[in-house]
């Protein structure tokens, strides 16, 4: 190990953007952060209340995968002292598990100094960990991330923020597993979802491309995951509907759910509508919500003094 501490923060993301499913997912303004270093004995600290009850034990996901890139790097395996802070809410549809697969690894390649591995070989070996890359891709490079992810390559292109993009994740008082809404979705599709999708998230990503932002409200539709999550996720389809009436750019189930995220431009006057509309929907089917407004991260993971942190430091180990 040549460095001997170091600090990751790194961004939650928001997967599936509509028709984008395992494909198009932006980076949000909410952060995991994770210090690391080699230690005696293994260690793994929370900081503030939100990781509580996950395992702080070798089990834990950020020492797993930690121990990955040292095991592909062809390093010893060191012990390790790791202290985690999070303000991404767990199996909300978030990015949780996707920021702390890339904070472990980034942190852990950060330790191997000149044996690091690229950026690029970090950004695979997280998407197949996950399966899909739309939500590691912006945890890793921040912004809007369209990624194609054939089971062993995955490339992607990364797309400006269009400067007027504001968001709104509305989460509600329940969790889901993404297993669980993965494990709803139907094996098979017609041809005609196929092509229903395929011509959504090209237009969304053009839109997204273009900053033609009135097309989000049609380009965000889509046919392959929503509509079978809607059956466990109550509210989700009157509001992917009717939020445009209300102010909202476009609408999509953020990832898996069951967070809703809106679009909104920046210099809107009807941003408190929109969040009154989302949240009394939620209400109206007895469930609690939170709204919270956001811009999209554009950084991606970066290196960071300490837990909380976000004066980034520059490190050459991230290429
Ligand atoms: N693309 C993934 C899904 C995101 O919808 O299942 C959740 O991890």
Request: charged content about 20%.
């Amino acid at each position: 190990m040549t460095q001997k501490k170091v600090c990751v923060r790194v961004p939650a993301s928001s997967a599936n953007l509509g028709p984008g499913f395992d494909t198009i997912g932006i980076a949000l303004e909410m952060y995991l952060w994770v210090e690391m270093e080699p230690a005696e004995k293994t260690e793994i600290n929370f900081v503030g209340d939100r990781l509580q009850g996950l395992p702080t034990d070798k089990t834990n996901l950020i020492f797993q995968v930690a121990q990955q890139i040292f095991q592909v790097a062809g390093v010893e395996i060191p012990e390790l002292k790791i202290s985690v802070c999070s303000e991404i809410p767990l199996t909300r549809g978030l990015g949780s598990s996707a920021s702390a697969i890339v904070a472990g690894m980034v942190a852990a390649n950060a330790l191997l100094g000149e044996k690091a591995l690229p950026k690029l070989e970090i950004f695979r070996l997280a998407t197949a960990l996950e399966d899909h890359p739309d939500n590691v891709g912006p945890s890793i490079f921040g912004g809007i991330i369209v990624a194609a992810w054939d089971g062993s390559e995955v490339h992607h292109i990364q797309l400006n923020v269009p400067s007027d993009l504001k968001v709104l994740a509305v989460v509600p008082h329940f969790q889901l597993a993404t297993e669980v809404a993965r494990n709803i979705l139907p094996i098979q599709y017609s041809r005609k979802d196929a092509v229903y999708n395929i011509s959504h998230a090209s237009l969304l990503a053009t839109a997204l491309a273009t900053g033609d932002l009135d097309k989000l409200k049609y380009a965000m539709r889509d046919r392959l995951h929503e509509p079978y999550r809607e059956r466990i996720i109550p509210g989700l389809y009157p509001v992917k509907f009717d939020a445009t009436d209300h102010g909202a750019l476009g609408v999509a189930l953020s990832g898996a759910g069951p967070t809703i995220l809106a679009f909104a431009d920046r210099n809107s006057g009807r941003k408190q509508e929109l969040e009154n509309y989302i949240i009394n929907t939620f209400r109206n089917h007895s469930i609690g919500a939170d709204a919270i407004w956001m811009s999209p991260d554009t950084r991606g993971v970066v290196f960071v003094k300490a837990l909380q942190d976000h004066t980034e430091v520059v490190n050459d180990t991230l290429r």
